[in-house]
C-alpha cells in the first residue's frame, strides 16, 4: 500500500492570519541548526524513546506555529481522512515534538512574531532510513476526464488569469495551497499578496478545482 502525503504546491510567484507569518521569512530557521538538526534530533528523541514503527506505512505534512517566546503548536489538519490514516505516525510526531527545546521565533524589523513551519513526516524519516519517491501517491491532475499533470494545470490557470485587474507590470506572486486525500485543493496562501480584494479572489479561484478540472482524489 502507498503511503499517503499530503504536500503543498508551489506554482507562481490570503494570509491565515494578519498575526502569524504562513512561512519564516528569508534567511531565517524555526530551529537552531536549521531543518537538517530538526530532524536529527527527532530521530535521536525515537531511539531515546524506543518508538515502534506504525503498523501500516504513514507519511503526513503537519504545520506548526513557533510563538515569540519559542514555543510551538501544531496547527490543526482539516483533511480529517488523512488524520485518521495516520494516526499513529501523527501521535508519535507530536510526542517527539513536544521534547524538543530548540525552537527559533521569526523576526520582523528586530520584532518576533508567530510564524508556520511545514514538514512531511514518515517512520523512514524518523527511523533515519532512505525514503523512495515511489513509496508516496502524487497527485494527479485531470481535465475534461482525461488524465495530465502540473503543466496542463498551468496552461489553465493562465487561460484564466485575467491581466486587467492590474496594471503593474513588474507585479508578481507565489500561490501556495494544499491537496487534500479528496483531490481538493485547499489551505490557499499568496506571497506578495495584491491590496485588490477581486485579483486575489480571481488567483485563488483560478487555482481551484473545477467541473471539468480538478485534482484527482488519493487512493
Known sequence: MNRIIIFSLMLFSAAVSAQILYKYPKDQDFYEGGREAFFKDLQQITVNNNYKPCDKQEALAMRFV??????????ADEDTKAVENNKCLKDKVLNA????????????????????????????????????????TLPVYMYKDKESDIMKFRDNFIKCFDNSYRSDNNYSFTIYFDVNTHGEATFFHIDNISNLDKFNEMVIKCASNTKKSYIKEFL
Open 66 to 75: 513557533v510563538y515569540p517566546d519559542n514555543t510551538v503548536k501544531y496547527v
Open 97 to 136: 515534538i513536544s521534547q524538543t527545546k530548540k525552537w527559533k521565533s521569526a523576526e520582523v524589523d528586530g520584532k518576533k512574531v508567530p510564524a508556520m513551519f511545514f514538514a512531511s513526516f514518515s517512520d523512514d524519516l524518523l527511523f533515519n532510513k532512505p525514503t523512495e519517491r515511489s513509496d508516496f
